[in-house]
């Protein structure tokens, strides 16, 4: 059984940053991309940001420049530096990633969600 765990979550003033983190746990052999999903009340989950194995990295225009995806394989875990924080960031921030299991087995598995607000 794999899990994903997120934590860094809360609440921050605009213009302030966070550090979400992601860790993989279980029958893991492998992980492939990673990537930060979010959803605002009302609105549908966006892509916020993936990496791959290599470290190639893609962000949505909303964050670009803003935040930063970085992993940390040896530790099966993604991170995500969100800086210049603002009211419209405001979400629920889910990790997500290609999981290859000592079964053998690939399937993406999805973490439960770390709130962020984003408010004075």
């Known amino acids: 059984q794999v899990q994903l765990v997120e934590s860094g979550g809360g609440l921050v003033q605009p213009g302030g940053s966070l550090r979400l983190s992601c860790a993989a746990s279980?029958?893991?052999?492998?992980?492939?991309?990673m990537r930060w999903y979010r959803q605002a009340p009302g609105k549908e989950r966006e892509l916020v940001a993936r990496i791959t194995v290599g470290r190639n990295t893609v962000y949505a225009n909303s964050v670009k420049g803003r935040f930063t995806i970085s992993r940390d394989n040896a530790k099966n875990a993604v991170y995500l530096q969100m800086n210049s924080l603002k009211p419209e960031d405001t979400a629920v921030y889910y990790c997500n990633a290609d999981i290859v299991t000592e079964a053998r087995d690939i399937d993406v598995y999805w973490g439960q969600g770390t709130q962020v607000t984003v408010s004075s």
């Open positions: 279980g029958s893991i052999l492998s992980i492939n991309t």
